[in-house]
């Protein structure tokens, strides 16, 4: 992880500031560690800073977040589930336009691909 990412972190309040040496350099605990793995683990999932500190807030303050963590995956597994439906529509134009191209789709009066041109291969 970048030394510009941990700072962008820490300037967020994701992440418990660290000590300094006697140099002036941060000197960073295993809690730090585990805040930064934590971090990584959450934006896989999906999860944005915002909600990823919101989660470490809770926890912070001694309150459970796996209500808020719930809703925060069902929000974003109904975003999926609706992208899915989108990418199937989709995927479905793209089929059509490219079976009318491989056959004798030809040219509109304008000269346009019959294939791309046609209502049922535009993307909605």
């Known amino acids: 992880m970048s030394a510009?990412?941990?700072?962008?972190?820490?300037?967020q309040k994701l992440l418990t500031r660290a000590a300094r040496s006697p140099a002036g350099y941060r000197d960073y605990s295993p809690r730090v560690l585990?805040?930064?793995t934590f971090i990584r683990r959450a934006q896989r999932l999906g999860?944005?800073?915002?909600?990823?500190?919101?989660?470490?807030?809770?926890?912070?303050e001694g309150r459970k977040p796996c209500a808020r963590v719930v809703a925060i995956c069902?929000?974003?597994?109904?975003?999926?589930?609706?992208?899915?439906?989108?990418?199937?529509?989709?995927?479905?134009?793209?089929?059509?336009?490219?079976r009318l191209a491989q056959g004798p789709?030809?040219?509109?009066?304008?000269?346009f691909c019959g294939a791309i041109f046609s209502e049922r291969s535009k993307s909605r």
Do not use: M, N, S, W
């Open 74 to 98: 069902t929000a974003h597994l109904a975003e999926i589930e609706q992208r899915l439906v989108e990418l199937k529509t989709f995927r479905g134009h793209l089929q059509h336009a490219r």
């Open 4 to 11: 510009t990412a941990i700072r962008y972190y820490e300037a």
């Open 47 to 60: 999860l944005t800073l915002d909600e990823v500190g919101e989660i470490l807030g809770l926890g912070r």
């Open 105 to 111: 789709c030809g040219l509109t009066p304008e000269g």
């Open 34 to 36: 585990d805040e930064l």
